[in-house]
């Protein structure tokens, strides 16, 4: 059974960075294309970044371009979204997702493979 737990969430003041971690276990994913949502309270999760299986492409929503950045380490099984000059804006549950032997990525759906969420808070 594939596991993806994320870590690296906090509290963080506008223009802070944070750095978040998804670590995957049950199955070696450098097939699969990740990405990351989030969501808040009220709200359905929306697209936040995404690579493909061997990271040659990666994907932003408009609101996080120049901020945010993607990668992966399939040696390692882990994805990582580095967050600069945060925003409250940006505040919500971060979300690792992963799409099991799809190498490009496709919108995010409920037949993939999540992770819990870790929280990120930003806040002055």
């Known amino acids: 059974q594939v596991q993806l737990v994320e870590s690296g969430g906090g509290l963080v003041q506008p223009g802070g960075s944070l750095r978040l971690s998804c670590a995957a276990s049950?199955?070696?994913?450098?097939?699969?294309?990740m990405g990351w949502l989030r969501q808040v309270p009220g709200n359905q999760r929306e697209f936040v970044a995404a690579i493909n299986s061997n990271g040659g492409r990666k994907y932003y929503a408009e609101s996080v371009k120049g901020r945010f950045t993607i990668s992966r380490d399939n040696a390692k099984n882990t994805v990582s979204l580095q967050m600069n000059s945060l925003k409250p804006e940006d505040t919500g549950v971060y979300f690792c997702?992963?799409?099991?032997?799809?190498?490009?990525?496709?919108?995010?759906?409920?037949?993939?493979?999540w992770g819990q969420g870790t929280q990120v808070t930003v806040s002055s």
């Open positions: 997702a992963g799409k099991v032997g799809k190498a490009d990525y496709v919108p995010f759906s409920a037949d993939d493979y």
């Open positions: 049950g199955r070696t994913f450098s097939s699969d294309a």
